[in-house]
């Protein structure tokens, strides 16, 4: 069983920062797993933020959070994180992180229907 737990959200001023991570839990290695981030605030459907490669090579971001947002990933750590930056109030959501097999240079882009594996979500809160 895939098990994904996220973590790192918080409330945060406008123009703060936060890193959320996304950890495999249990049994679960995610060195096999392309990773993406999505989000959802209250009353919209879910969007995709960034995602990256099972080999690191590959990321793509949605144009919201370019040049902002930053995804990593460390096979040792069994970890994948999102480094956010300059936040504003709009990145206010749950954020989710899930997963899927994929060839490790490529990456099944920000349509969360391609993905197989999801974990509960961190509530990142933008306000003053």
């Known amino acids: 069983q895939v098990q994904l737990v996220e973590s790192g959200g918080d409330l945060v001023q406008p123009g703060g920062s936060l890193r959320l991570s996304c950890t495999g839990s249990g049994s679960t290695i995610l060195d096999q797993f392309a990773i993406g981030w999505f989000r959802q605030a209250p009353g919209k459907a879910r969007e995709g933020v960034s995602c990256i490669s099972s080999s690191a090579a590959s990321t793509y971001y949605t144009d919201d959070v370019k040049g902002r947002f930053t995804i990593s990933r460390d096979h040792a750590q069994n970890t994948v994180w999102l480094q956010m930056n300059a936040l504003k109030p709009e990145d206010t959501a749950i954020y989710y992180c899930?997963?899927?097999?994929?060839?490790?240079?490529?990456?099944?882009?920000?349509?969360?229907?391609?993905?197989?594996?999801w974990g509960q979500g961190t509530q990142v809160t933008v306000s003053s």
């Open positions: 899930a997963a899927v097999i994929f060839p490790s240079s490529g990456t099944p882009g920000l349509d969360p229907s391609r993905y197989d594996y």
